[in-house]
């Protein structure tokens, strides 16, 4: 268990982690489809008409993209890395690689004026919300087992991951607008994601 | 072969073998479909009624996070690689690469009343069991060629082999179960991921 | 903030990019598709009818590899990195998984008699000019913010920028060129990813 | 133009050249379908019906896992890189990425009757011979421009190409063979891929 042996353990985790985010974020494509058009039919109005999918590829496009971020931002503060830590690990990829499911079925269902835009909306927030949980897992994990270098007290090191699962916050409250409204929903995913591309992990000020 | 371009050499097989599990482990949300739904269809209940690809999704989302956390351990402890080493890796990743069909074909049949689900689930514990198989053979070939550091006897050799191979029975095992019931071996595969996540290989205690 | 940790932070920026060029480029072999034949029907005249798709593939496949390689001699000019370069990635990154939508779309219409044919050109021109314009955007930013290494005063930046813009100028006048022709908008398309093959970003001569 | 950074360079190229061969490998898998059955019907014999998809996917992944090994040992002699090195690399990717389409084409017509199944295979055996030529272009290339080092003078770099394009002219004869036999086609495919195991490039003895 020397240094050395730990660091290139970690390295390897961030290169798999990279691997998963990068083929998420450009599965995402694969969700859109041309309009299929009956014969003297338009392109452009087909294209405009189908306006959800673009939208809900470009919130989740964003979503993935400050996740890689900030879980890069996360683990160069990480010096060491044990079995736990590569189990929540997964967790939390369990939930990106599964976002471009949710995601196509949240641009189908976008304009119904049924409670399936309502249903499409609380399963992909939900799906958000589950990804936010596994990122706060993760920091209380590092922090407890000394896997990042700190001198936060107990009661600091609570407030640190307090601080951190904020957003989950926002996530969670997603799920409750997403039966108010799917197109609001949407909004706020693309909005939460750029409110996490300025708040950012630090254990030193 | 100076123990630097040796080094370097494992190092390109872990990348290569991290790119092809992180891509496999993507690629198996393309297999989930959200429902097609009739006009004035719920979709909820159909959401619910496809548990099966869900569940077939999550077991084969275990096996194959668990089965690269143990490629990782298996490769640190792997101090030089040599051809017969890339082509064993290879037929260990024909097997990864492959899942994502019998999870599909697994997930469409696991509620047939019919002798399908049965012959989908064998199929599905067959890939597993290779799988497996080709972990011994790693191991096995890697102590027999001391591309591991390690004073074992040939005895001890063989019985480190046989521990590691205790994880194929039970997938063989599973190929049994299959023809009793296709959801039970299911829930086998993902209790086995669980198993394999705890179950580690070790040249010294 | 050390310079070691900086650099890191680059190589992981890289790695990521890196799987997404590699996927966005290997992705675009499932938009083609082998013709569905009639019974009795010859495959090789079937073949040669869908060429629209090979010529589609073929452009993109350039584009992409080009970008690839800029974007590589690009950052491996660049020293250090910090958010606002990486959010400059994202948005190339952006352009880089979606082309391969435009690009299926593009080959679908190439031989349309009406005006869809110019209109998925004008797209997929359009996705060409955004990924140039996020390549000027990185490349003034990282020369405003002196990440990378240079003595350029204020205007031999804005003349940095503008040389390595011109190619902007001709991805935007495809825009313009999709509504005379798609087939000639295809054509400028590859010769472009040609062109682009050898300018390349100095910042000393 | 510092030696380091030459390295650095490589490795790029390296990881980009490892991650298209690992989506490309992986992808192949997306061509299998599971059969869809009629009601009342059998799986497994119709499992075993479709065993040409299941004899191509095995074939195009020793083929591609193969040529991985062989990018592998090729670019561990190549010390240092330039355009040209590049864009002969591109060159070689292009026909990796291609591979899952002449793949599933040739899986889809194995067992026709007519010439379409000639086709198939002439068109799956161009892809591998294109791809091989591609390896021959990069080895001269870098024994000409002294990216490895040797000492060989210039007839022994044409002796050395030359021996290297064997490999070549078995995938050339196979374009003929096609004409013959889709089978034996795809049997000399995967033999191939075996003796291409064995032969290795050295550029010292």
Same mark, same amino acid.
């Given at each position: 268990m #020397?240094?050395? &042996?730990d +660091?290139?353990?970690? &390295?390897r985790?961030?290169a798999? &982690? ?5 083929i ?5 494509v694969?969700?859109?489809h $041309?309009p ?7 392109l452009?109005p087909a294209l405009l008409?189908?306006?959800?999918? !673009?939208? *809900?590829?470009? *919130? &989740?496009?964003?979503v993935l993209g400050?996740?890689?971020v ?14 736990? +830590?590569? !189990?929540l690990?997964?967790f939390?990829?369990l ?9 196509s079925?949240f641009?189908?269902?976008l304009?119904d ?12 927030s939900?799906?958000?919300?589950? *990804? $936010?949980?596994?990122f706060?897992l ?9 896997l990042?270098?700190?001198?936060m ?6 407030a640190?991951?307090l601080? %951190?699962s904020?957003?989950?916050?926002? %996530?969670a *409250?997603?799920?409750g607008? #997403?039966?108010?409204?799917?197109? /609001?929903?949407?909004l706020i995913a693309?909005?939460?994601?750029? %409110?996490y591309?300025?708040?950012? /992990?630090?254990?030193?000020?």
């Open positions: #020397s240094n050395q &042996s +660091l290139a353990e970690t &390295s985790l961030e798999f &982690s990279d691997g998963v985010f990068a998420a974020i450009t599965l995402l694969l969700e859109l $041309a299929v058009l009956a014969e003297g039919r338009q452009w008409h189908e306006w959800p999918q !673009f939208a *809900a590829y470009l *919130a &989740s496009f964003a400050i996740m890689w900030n879980h890069h931002s996360l683990f160069r503060q990480i010096e060491r890395t044990d079995r736990g +830590l590569m !189990f690990n997964l939390l990829l939930w990106v690689t599964l976002l471009p499911f949710p995601t079925m641009a189908e269902h304009k004026e049924s409670t399936n835009a309502h249903v499409a909306a609380a399963v992909y939900t799906n958000l919300t589950l *990804a $936010a949980i596994a706060s993760i920091w209380w994990y590092v922090l407890r087992n000394k990042v270098e700190h001198e007290s107990r009661p600091q090191v609570r640190s991951v601080r %951190y904020l957003g989950t916050l926002f %996530y *409250a997603m799920i607008v #997403s039966f108010l409204s799917a197109k /609001v929903t949407l693309f909005l939460l994601a750029i %409110y591309a300025f708040e950012q /992990v630090r254990t030193r000020d």
